[in-house]
């Protein structure tokens, strides 16, 4: 069960209800992820202008593997939950190759320095080694494409953070976040 009430989407403020509108418009319902931050309509601002900024850096792929690799980091089974459903629906990932990124592998070699990359830098909280910062590099990310990646990992972050703390009931398939690839 949730720790707070999460509105339904008639029941948000109104100040959140023209956001949650066009969640819906792009994945035709919404998620209970942006109904709990429908309750700030600050949050939900920055939650969604944040999404529409990261979807114009990366295709859905890559944002999928890079929320993988942090929802994975930070155990939040929703964000493992979503992300997977969109992974598949709109990135084309297998299950195999989303399950690889979760744990920092792939089945390509620049794919395997982005989510390895992505893991170290939740990992450390940013204080990633120079070695690390090099592989991203020679995998073919300038420093641009490393800031966006930073942008994007810190976006999935405030995610799992608003559905670890309220404990938000999953409303896709679940995944066992346990889970590793054979």
Not at 158 to 168: G, Y
Request: hydrophobic share 45%; aromatic share 8%; net charge negative.
């Amino acid at each position: 069960m949730t720790r707070v009430p999460i509105p339904d989407r008639d029941d948000a403020p109104p100040e959140s209800q023209e956001m949650l509108n066009a969640v819906a418009r792009q994945l035709r319902f919404v998620p209970a992820l942006f109904r709990a931050a429908s309750i700030s309509p600050e949050a939900l601002t920055g939650l969604t202008q944040l999404s529409g900024a990261m979807s114009r850096a990366f295709d859905a792929r890559t944002l999928a593997r890079i929320a993988l690799a942090v929802s994975q980091v930070n155990e939040c089974k929703y964000c493992l939950s979503l992300h997977t459903y969109l992974g598949m629906n709109f990135g084309k990932l297998s299950p195999y190759e989303m399950l690889r990124n979760r744990w920092g592998d792939s089945t390509d070699a620049k794919s395997t320095a982005l989510v390895m990359f992505v893991r170290k830098l939740v990992e450390t909280r940013g204080k990633v080694v120079d070695s690390e910062l090099q592989m991203i590099r020679d995998a073919g990310f300038d420093d641009a494409q490393i800031i966006e990646i930073v942008a994007a990992s810190a976006f999935f972050i405030f995610m799992n953070l608003i559905n670890n703390v309220f404990d938000t009931k999953v409303d896709f398939p679940e995944v066992d976040i346990d889970s590793k690839a054979a």
